[in-house]
């Protein structure tokens, strides 16, 4: 019995390791398993990746408009990188799937290197609006599919 329940309890944390390590973010937009999604954490090379196409999906956790174009901080559960769209700016906590470049901004300052790696969005394939935050000021997510935005 002892050793059943060992299975059991094991089983069920490797179960909630995978779900929570997933960067699905309760939200499967149509046509995304097709795609070779990129972790942002993965994207810290900028020599390996630049002027190169990426599919990326996260949350948005801040925004930057600017008067012909605007910026946001995307963010999976690797990392965060700032998207560049001359489209509307999604809202803050806004689930996106988005297709775009990785451009390198060179900044050198003395012998150091302190550009910046960020993504020029191409093309938003998807968009789920972010719900109400709760008490916590956490966003809660309904768990189900959702159409993409043209």
């Given at each position: 019995?002892?050793?059943?329940?060992?299975k059991f309890y094991f089983l069920s944390l490797l179960l909630a390791l995978l779900v929570g390590c997933s960067q699905n973010f309760g939200v499967t937009f149509p046509g995304e398993r097709r795609l070779a999604l990129t972790?942002?954490?993965e994207?810290?090379?900028p020599t390996n990746?630049?002027?190169t196409t990426v599919y990326l999906k996260g949350q948005v956790i801040s925004v930057a408009p600017f008067l012909e174009s605007g910026?946001?901080?995307l963010q999976d559960?690797?990392?965060?990188?700032?998207?560049v769209t001359k489209e509307t700016i999604p809202d803050r906590g806004d689930i996106v799937l988005i297709q775009g470049k990785l451009?390198?901004?060179?900044?050198?300052?003395?012998?150091?290197?302190l550009g910046e790696l960020y993504v020029q969005q191409e093309q938003q394939l998807g968009r789920q609006a972010s719900q109400l935050p709760n008490s916590s000021g956490a966003v809660i997510l309904p768990e189900r599919s959702f159409e993409s935005q043209p």
């Open positions: 019995m002892t050793l059943k329940l060992n972790q942002i954490g994207l810290d090379l990746y630049e002027d910026a946001y901080l559960t690797t990392g965060t990188i700032w998207v451009v390198y901004e060179s900044i050198p300052i003395g012998e150091q290197e």
